[in-house]
């Protein structure tokens, strides 16, 4: 017997269908449902009781796991449609998304503010927390990706991480000594036989849970994943190799990171270029 949620999804589809909606629509409309109701799940809720709160805060997840002002309006409106289909469209009004204020901003810490972020999670003295962040600012991968590592994606005699992209394509990311090292303080804690990260009653950890311990920190795996990539390319890493690690699909969102850096360094020369002791009377 389905779940009620199950059933009301089917019975939505259907409605779509009925409305003459395309197959590929329809199938991101199921995607994008199941994700909310895997979300709803954690916090007890059900998908046919959502209330407008659960919306918003819904979308404040997806801003916090880095998704794009419109990726995210996207979204919202699968779960607008959804609404009208329950009769219940108030639910989705007055929704406030959060829009980028400048086209290809990148927001990454500086080296001051990572040992900062450091020093505050070793502080807590919670060594699989320590390990993540570690593994986020090092490894550069995405929270998802984090989430659905296994013990078998580490090898600690070869000191590297195997990665699996939505795509199923897999990457190789070396290991810094500091990851490797916080692993092996953490795996003692860690009694299951699959998930590499779990939480207190030894389930797989899930994105929702790891954002919400970064933000006590002020920040998100986003913002950490950047960082990745901008201190690579600040110390002269070649753009093929970010990419590759970093698991872009596009070369072109790599450049971002390229011409961050160049703009900055427009800006310095431009300070001391100006205000030298040759060129000031």
């Known amino acids: ?31 994008e449902l199941k994700k909310f109701e895997n979300w709803l799940q954690e916090i007890h809720q059900e998908l046919v009781k959502i209330t407008k709160e659960d919306v918003q805060n819904y979308i404040l997840f997806l801003e916090e796991t880095g998704k794009s002002p419109i990726t995210t309006d996207k979204i919202l409106g699968v779960i607008r449609t959804f609404s009208k289909y329950l009769k219940k ?18 927001e990454f810490l500086s080296l001051k503010e990572c040992e900062q972020l450091l020093a505050d999670v070793k502080g807590n003295e919670n060594e699989r927390n320590i390990v993540i962040v570690y593994m986020l600012l090092h490894t550069g991968i995405r929270v998802s990706e984090l989430c ?18 939505a795509n199923n394509e897999d990457r190789v990311i ?20 699959e998930a590499l990260f779990v939480s207190k ?3 797989r950890l899930t994105e929702r ?22 201190q690579l390319i600040n110390r002269g890493v070649s753009l093929e190799i970010v990419s590759k690690l970093a698991g872009h699909k596009d070369i072109n969102v790599t ?13 310095e020369n431009a300070i001391r270029n100006t205000f030298s002791n040759k060129t000031i009377d």
């Open 1 to 31: 017997m389905k779940e009620p949620s199950s059933a009301i999804i089917d019975q939505f589809l259907t409605w779509l269908e009925l409305k003459g909606k395309s197959s590929n629509t329809i199938s991101t409309y199921h995607q």
């Open 89 to 106: 469209p108030e639910i989705t009004l007055d929704i406030t998304i959060k829009q980028s204020t400048k086209k290809d901003e990148i």
């Open 148 to 165: 659905a590592l296994n013990k078998t994606n580490v090898d600690l005699q070869l000191d590297q991480l195997t990665v699996t992209s």
């Open 174 to 193: 070396p290991l810094s000594e500091e990851v490797k090292y916080h692993l092996l303080q953490y795996l003692p804690f860690n009694p299951t036989e």
């Open 201 to 203: 009653s030894n389930e």
């Open 209 to 230: 849970s790891v954002q919400y311990m970064l933000k006590k920190y002020g920040v998100n795996a986003q913002k950490l994943r950047h960082t990745f990539c901008q």
């Open 255 to 267: 450049k971002k990171y390229a011409r961050s850096r160049i703009q900055q360094a427009e800006y």
